[in-house]
């Protein structure tokens, strides 16, 4: 069975080479669900390749046993947020079909953020499509469609080839698990087909990884004493959100490991900071662990400084020697 792709442990931007045998067109399915509808795209466009996003592990647990199954070599689903993959793993010009079928409303105000159809994504999506190449999106939320149409029809580098504001029946298409479900319940679905046009557009690069965050210090408590002092601690740096959540001390070691959640704009982390000490008494280095395939983002460097930064508060002797950070 191949590896199992997230957004942390795949090349940035991807190496298309080292995921399909062979190269093709390829096409993103964002919020693939239970994978029937991007299995489908794999068996139908042996021509293509596939790549699937997908934000639930359910989901793609279910999507990869059905490609297993079924032997498709040509199509790779990705654990991934869409707004991570459009910044980290897919390059400018190289994508030549979107598919986004029935994507989550998030209608509430406070949620409007996690909504996908969006200035800033729709400008992503036209940055990472080839020239001619489609973007097809489906919903049956009247609300949601009347947004998308604002959205892409005034989206620079987008056209509608559609002479209405979408269509309400694609004919020969392959219904997805929520298409069948509006059906069944006697609802149809609002289909948007849009093509990249001549127009130039922005192409922000893709977001790389920094060098190894780490910084050295100096503290008069040793890490259980440090670690028995700790408190989940909240901050915000300009559009960083860095939580430290829990600390856990390695007396043996006089080391200690710092449970951190980095929220940046376009990527969340998961991992663990470590405290190591050095040769002279009372020096540690403070630096990012390799912990659920942490990647060395600006969020991480500020992450870094953030451990950092709390042990020099803990003693009137503590301090930061040396910062090999970013910023
Ligand atoms: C309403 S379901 C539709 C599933 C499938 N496309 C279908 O039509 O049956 C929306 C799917 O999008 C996924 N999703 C939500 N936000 C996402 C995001 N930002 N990036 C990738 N997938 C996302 C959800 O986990 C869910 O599987």
């Given at each position: 069975m191949p590896r199992k792709l997230n957004y942390l442990n795949v090349s940035w931007p991807l190496d298309f080479t080292s995921l399909f045998p062979e190269q093709r067109a390829l096409l993103v399915e964002i919020g693939f669900g239970n994978?029937?509808?991007?299995?489908?795209?794999?068996?139908?466009?042996?021509?293509?390749?596939?790549?699937?996003?997908?934000?639930?592990?359910?989901?793609?647990?279910?999507?990869?046993?059905?490609?297993?199954?079924?032997?498709?070599?040509?199509?790779?689903?990705?654990?991934?947020?869409?707004?991570?993959?459009?910044?980290?793993?897919?390059?400018?010009?190289?994508?030549?079909?979107?598919h986004i079928n029935f994507p989550d409303p998030w209608f509430k105000k406070k949620h409007s953020r996690r909504r996908l159809i969006k200035r800033e994504t729709a400008d992503m999506l036209a940055s990472r499509m080839v020239k001619d190449g489609t973007l097809l999106l489906a919903t049956d939320i009247l609300a949601y469609a009347e947004l998308a149409h604002e959205t892409l029809s005034s989206s620079r580098g987008l056209s509608n080839t559609l002479g209405t504001p979408w269509a309400r029946d694609l004919p020969g298409r392959f219904r997805s698990k929520y298409e069948a479900k509006a059906y069944r319940e006697g609802r149809r679905a609002y289909f948007f087909l849009y093509n990249r046009n001549s127009t130039a557009v922005a192409h922000p690069a893709i977001i790389k990884e920094l060098d190894m965050p780490h910084l050295f210090l100096y503290s008069p408590l040793d890490a259980a004493a440090l670690v028995a002092r700790f408190e989940t601690s909240r901050g915000r740096h300009g559009d960083i959100h860095i939580a430290l959540l829990r600390a856990y001390a390695d007396p043996r070691r006089d080391a200690a490991v710092f449970e951190v959640v980095i929220e940046e704009p376009t990527i969340e982390q998961h991992t663990m900071i470590s405290l190591s000490p050095r040769e002279r008494p009372g020096e540690y280095i403070v630096k990012m662990t390799g912990l659920g395939h942490a990647r060395p983002t600006a969020g991480m460097h500020r992450a870094v400084a953030a451990v950092g930064d709390w042990v020099a508060t803990q003693d009137e002797g503590a301090r930061v020697l040396e910062r090999k950070l970013r910023g």
């Open positions: 994978g029937d509808y991007l299995v489908n795209l794999a068996r139908t466009r042996p021509d293509a390749n596939v790549i699937g996003l997908e934000i639930s592990s359910q989901a793609m647990d279910k999507a990869e046993r059905k490609i297993s199954q079924l032997g498709l070599r040509n199509v790779r689903p990705i654990h991934s947020t869409a707004e991570t993959a459009l910044a980290h793993l897919l390059p400018p010009e190289s994508v030549t079909e979107f």
